[in-house]
């Protein structure tokens, strides 16, 4: 032990006995030497220290380790206890100190007990010391006399888990505020952790949630695909799993979630875990699905725009007799389409605002707004509405321009609509002020147009009459190809 007699007060005792004690007492003395300097090299080795304290005498006895450990430097190891001269108390951090002179409390209720505290070394260096103190002796009144300490520099230990603390106080932070769900699973899918980001999208408290597999959440269609990536990413497939999958919500909708999942290794690389990221992308499918829903419907309807143009274009030149009239009324329809295609085109195809139809139809002619009345209430359009009055508005637009109440200065066009009581849309065009009207003599493809077209592009019913104090003609369509707007 670190306390033993020395080599000369050990050879005096030696010369006073014969030599056969001599020699046994020689051998007792090596061994000493041995197990001290194995005590020595355990210190060091652990990087641990030790001192005696004599609370009798009022002394400490220090090893080089202790002193090493504390960073003081005391001749022949010898310090105080008690007093401005503590060396011990002088070095504890000063937040500790008290604790540290509490911890002596212990040696009067047990033999063993343990210790933890700071130091401050002379370079300022703070460091954290962790070990046991042991009662080597007692009064006759049962109380500590004679103490042994030894204690480790435990600083890298509790570096690494200040480190560890504050790493997991910042995941914590992460995990429980980022934009996204997060969740742990085990390997077969069922959740361990969940953040509240997670809860909200799939509308579902977080006991709701732990120890539920994600399968128990998707819709009829999506049964199995949960499975399906787990096995793949758990058999190496992937190192990443990243897949699109539909949930259905607590509440009873659902929700489109783009999910990726990536295994939690051990140190010799075994699965533990599973870490998810569940991000909410309904807004994305839903725009992706509105995209493909839109070419399709611009494909549809370029075929029938492609058919309508060969039609007006083999039916004008039936109906006119040189190259140029043709140009002119054929230039002019195709206007009148490519205005009905942009009020299309700014609605998403949905449709279109009858007002907007007819005052962009009338806009070709450059004639001014003065020349149209227009009264209704606000009625919203299908498409096939849109397409089907915008080729009778312009065929009316051009009739009324050549042979009509536009032909002249004073007259003008009055287009009204109402909705019926039967909830059908009547729209009313009526022509004053013009030439006296005549019936034409021959049908031409206008008026197909005013007649055919545009009834079957909405099931509609269409009267067109050729009064002499001018042109009247009405279209009336079911409820199902317009929309009635609130004021």
């Not at 009022?58 to 206890?81: N, Y």
């Not at 049964?223 to 919500?249: M, P």
Request: overall charge negative; glycine content about 8%; aromatic content about 6%.
């Amino acid at each position: 032990m670190p306390f033993a007699q020395s080599s000369e007060d050990v050879s005096a005792q030696a010369g006073a006995i014969d030599p056969e004690q001599s020699a046994m007492r020689s051998l007792a003395y090596r061994a000493l030497v041995e197990s001290e300097a194995s005590y020595k090299a355990a210190l060091q080795a652990g990087n641990m220290g030790s001192w005696e304290t004599d609370l009798r005498l009022g002394h400490r006895i220090w090893t080089d380790e202790g002193m090493a450990l504390f960073g003081v430097d005391l001749p022949g190891g010898r310090g105080q206890v008690g007093g401005p001269d503590d060396e011990w108390l002088a070095a504890v951090h000063p937040d500790d100190r008290d604790f540290a002179v509490g911890l002596r409390q212990h040696a009067f209720t047990s033999d063993s007990f343990p210790a933890e505290y700071r130091i401050l070394r002379p370079c300022g260096r703070v460091a954290w010391l962790s070990g046991r103190g042991r009662v080597l002796e007692r009064d006759a009144a049962g109380r500590p006399v004679r103490l042994v300490s030894i204690m480790a520099d435990i600083s890298d230990r509790k570096a690494a888990e200040l480190a560890l603390r504050q790493s997991e106080a910042r995941f914590r932070s992460l995990f429980e505020n980022i934009a996204v769900g997060m969740a742990f699973t085990d390997l077969e899918g069922a959740w361990l952790t969940v953040n509240q980001r997670l809860c909200d999208l799939l509308h579902v408290a977080e006991a709701g949630l732990i120890g539920r597999h994600a399968e128990d959440f998707l819709v009829q269609s999506e049964r199995g695909r949960e499975r399906e990536e787990l096995a793949r990413l758990l058999s190496g497939e992937v190192a990443h799993a990243a897949f699109e999958i539909q949930f259905r919500r607590g509440d009873g909708s659902s929700v489109w979630i783009g999910r990726t999942a990536s295994l939690i290794l051990d140190a010799k690389g075994v699965p533990q875990h599973v870490v998810s990221v569940y991000r909410d992308i309904t807004q994305r499918r839903l725009a992706q699905d509105h995209q493909r829903f839109l070419l399709a419907e611009l494909s549809h309807r370029s075929k029938n725009l492609l058919a309508v143009i060969q039609a007006i274009a083999g039916q004008t030149i039936r109906s006119v007799d040189t190259l140029d009239e043709f140009k002119a009324r054929f230039t002019q329809r195709l206007q009148g389409i490519a205005a009905t295609q942009d009020i299309l085109v700014r609605q998403d195809w949905a449709g279109g605002d009858l007002r907007q139809l007819l005052s962009t139809q009338i806009e070709i002619f450059d004639l001014g707004a003065a020349r149209m009345s227009m009264s209704g209430p606000d009625v919203t359009l299908s498409a096939d509405a849109v397409h089907g009055l915008g080729l009778a508005v312009h065929e009316l637009a051009t009739n009324a321009l050549k042979y009509g109440a536009l032909s002249v200065p004073a007259g003008l066009v009055v287009v009204t609509w109402e909705i019926r009581d039967d909830g059908a849309l009547s729209i009313s065009w009526a022509e004053e002020g013009g030439p006296p009207v005549v019936a034409p003599s021959r049908a031409g493809f206008g008026s197909t147009v005013l007649d055919k077209m545009a009834a079957a592009s909405v099931d509609g019913v269409v009267t067109l009459a050729y009064a002499p104090t001018g042109v009247t003609w009405t279209l009336t369509m079911p409820d199902k190809h317009f929309a009635l707007r609130e004021a």
